[in-house]
Nanobody, 125 residues
């Protein structure tokens, strides 16, 4: 059974940092692109960052470039999203998702096959 479980969310002040983790089970991470998405109240879900199966390709939405970093540790079956210089507009539920992808690429579009349950990130003073 394929499963993704996010953790690391919480309440943080503007300018602070959080590191989200996505632990996967039931499949080999090497053959899957992993994406991080978020959805704020009243807004559509948007792609934040993604990383290819090998880790060689990453993408970021413009609003998080230079602040967020995605990485993966295939040995631990875990993908991370390091979020620095957080802003109130980063407040959302963050989801990780997996897509079977043998090519060394990933995309920030809603084409992923498996999703986690989400973790809440709140940036507020």
């Amino acid at each position: 059974q394929l499963q993704l479980v996010e953790s690391g969310g919480g309440l943080v002040q503007p300018g602070g940092s959080l590191r989200l983790s996505c632990v996967v089970s039931g499949f080999t991470l090497d053959y899957y692109a992993i994406g991080w998405f978020r959805q704020a109240p009243g807004k559509e879900r948007e792609g934040v960052s993604c990383i290819s199966g090998s880790g060689g390709k990453t993408k970021y939405t413009d609003s998080v470039k230079g602040r967020f970093t995605i990485s993966r540790d295939n040995a631990k079956n875990t993908v991370y999203l390091q979020m620095n210089s957080l802003k109130p507009e980063d407040t959302a539920v963050y989801y990780c998702a997996a897509k079977y992808q043998l090519l060394n690429l990933c995309r920030l579009v809603d084409e992923y096959d498996y999703w986690g349950q989400g973790t809440q990130v709140t940036v507020s003073s």
